[in-house]
């Protein structure tokens, strides 16, 4: 048999000469894997082309403007005309011609999506034949409260006087606390003059416009949604790795915006470049005050949390996080942003400070914060530094900042947006009900996966094969103080565990490693070498009926992982130390 035949799964990348081939795709019947991640779009990955890629939505229902006729509103949406705007079906596909023929005049359509937060909406501008038209003649927001944050041509701030050009998008950025009315049309916030065909209306979650997405009878959504598995591209992978991480809260409120933080030295300009997303939602920090130029969260912080976020130089070269509490005093974590190296701590309640490069200049930088809940309040900061001083900064030092995540860990997961209030993104869990092993005696596990942190940390992750009453079943944990455990269970109902040591002074954080039943024989490589052994007679049969293959049910899984491969046979040693060699 040569090394990967007659293997009956596998998962990304696909390295299987001869054997079957199971795929990784939503719930929608053309993958093997039902995946879940909750109900909500609160998950990210870095994309092929190095970008963060989030979920997206388009909350206007009946974006392409079906049912619209001559001054005939099309479905879901209501019209409003003032003396004598008309509207009629425009020549270009799905999109809608606005005349407004004199001062007095406007014309529009209007919707009323329920969503609060951070919220764009935006629309196309497909002709202009006639007049000088403004962004803010072609959309706007009424009703319920809101502060406007921007205006954008093409996710580029401008004013709300501009005039529009043909082929471009217009957006209106808002913070909202009701949801409140868009209007598309001409003349949307005042009296107006112009002839205008517009098309591709768009409300979503955010502070820029995003592609547009087209909608029906109900919203729709694109991108990293929940029954999507995360092929995950960070560091600038040729071959992606599945992202499988536990529950996590962004427990900062705006995590883009920062319009929650304080300013103290400080200020804050939003959608002042692109960020690891590729589009305008950059915020640019620019220090005017010597002494601690900050923002910062008085958050109640408590137990041990990661704080992190993305930042990258514009004008200096020293940017950190920081943490005060009275009795304690300040501490930092120190980032050299120019050249990508942790520089020092200041205090003692930092630890675990990593610095990681998302290209394009940006990085994040991110630590472990240890406090207790005896200590009350704390003021969590984002800190411009000199290079002599975590406690001051040099005036007109500048740096654009991104996705600021606190959450509840010993380690920082991937970005979780926030757009008015904290974010929860669910576990990712898998599972296959297709009976790979179909009662199999002898069988292989190969898993080749990368830590998230350095040893130490508690990991208890889960890879079940099962059936429906659990009483047969292969399973694996890598469990706390780097134990990783491989459990059998047969008909006798004896389970036969094996627990050895895999720590990261000896095997590192990225690990290939083979679970292997011959017989009786029970065996655990890993990294080119055989690390444990037994014989145990009840070893014998795997006799079961619905078997499941689970990954991430009982236990969340926190690992990335690069290959798994089931063989529904016994490899032999030298084949398990080809396999698993780095």
Not at 82 to 95: H, K, L, M, P, W
Not at 468 to 486: D, I, L, P, R, W
Not at 538 to 543: E, L, M
Request: aromatic share 10%.
């Amino acid at each position: 048999m040569s090394l990967y035949k007659d293997a009956s799964l596998v998962m990304i990348p696909s390295a299987v000469k001869d054997g079957k081939l199971y795929s990784i795709r939503p719930t929608d019947g053309s993958g093997d894997f039902t995946f879940s991640r909750g109900s909500n779009l609160a998950a990210t990955r870095v994309d092929v082309n190095g970008l963060i890629e989030k979920g997206r939505e388009n909350l206007l229902l009946n974006s392409i403007l079906g049912g619209a006729g001559a001054n005939v509103a099309p479905s879901n949406y209501a019209i409003t005309s003032f003396a004598s705007g008309t509207f009629d079906v425009g020549s270009q596909e799905n999109s809608i011609r606005f005349t407004a023929p004199t001062s007095a005049d406007r014309i529009m359509i209007k919707q009323s999506p329920a969503i609060t937060g951070v919220v764009t909406g935006s629309v196309y501008v497909e002709q202009i034949h006639s007049g000088s038209i403004i962004v803010a003649d072609v959309i706007a927001r009424a009703q319920g409260s809101s502060n406007v944050i921007a205006f954008m041509e093409d996710g580029v701030v401008v004013s709300s006087s501009n005039l529009v050009s043909v082929g471009k998008t217009y957006s209106l950025t808002i913070s909202v606390t009701s949801a409140v009315q868009w209007r598309f049309g001409i003349g949307t916030s005042g009296p107006s003059t112009g002839d205008i065909t517009l098309s591709k209306p768009q409300v979503e979650q955010g502070l820029v416009a995003t592609d547009y997405i087209e909608t029906g009878a109900s919203t729709a959504q694109a991108g990293i949604l929940e029954d999507l598995p995360r092929l995950d591209y960070s560091g600038g992978a040729s071959c992606p790795s599945l992202k499988l991480e536990p529950s996590r809260t962004n427990e900062f409120s705006n995590s883009e915006g920062l319009f929650d933080f304080s300013k103290t030295g400080a200020t804050i300009n939003n959608n002042q470049g692109l960020s690891p997303e590729g589009v305008s939602n950059a915020a640019l920090f620019e220090v005017t005050s010597t002494f601690q130029p900050r923002i910062e969260n008085g958050g109640n912080v408590s137990s041990v949390y990661s704080i992190s976020i993305f930042v990258k130089k514009v004008v200096g070269d020293y940017f950190g996080m920081g943490w005060f509490q009275s009795g304690v005093g300040n501490n930092y974590a120190k980032f050299n942003i120019s050249n990508g190296t942790f520089d020092s701590y200041n205090g003692t309640q930092f630890s675990d400070a990593k610095i990681e490069n998302y290209g394009n200049g940006w990085y994040r930088i991110s630590a472990k914060l240890i406090t207790t809940s005896s200590l009350g309040k704390s003021g969590v900061k984002f800190v411009a530094m000199s290079s002599a001083s975590v406690g001051t900064g040099n005036l007109g030092d500048q740096f654009l900042l991104y996705g600021a995540q606190l959450e509840l860990g010993t380690y920082p997961t991937s970005y979780i947006p926030t757009y008015g209030s904290a974010v929860t993104r669910s576990k990712d869990f898998m599972s296959n009900t297709n009976n790979i092993l179909s009662g199999a005696d002898d069988m292989a596990w190969f898993i080749d996966y990368t830590l998230p942190n350095a040893e130490g940390t508690s990991f208890r992750n889960e890879v079940g094969y099962r059936d429906n009453s659990n009483a047969n079943f292969y399973m694996v944990q890598f469990a706390s103080s780097n134990t990783h455990e491989f459990r059998y269970r047969g008909v006798a109902g004896v389970n036969v565990d094996m627990t050895p040591s895999i720590d990261e002074a000896t095997y590192g954080l990225h690990r290939k490693i083979v679970y292997l039943k011959r017989g009786t024989t029970l065996k655990i490589f890993c990294n080119g070498v055989e690390i444990a052994t037994t014989t145990n007679a009840s070893a014998t049969t795997f006799s079961t009926t619905n078997e499941n293959l689970q990954i991430g049910n009982n236990y969340p899984p926190e690992l990335d992982v690069h290959q798994f491969l089931v063989f529904p046979t016994a490899l032999t040693d030298s084949e398990c130390i080809a396999l698993t060699t780095l």
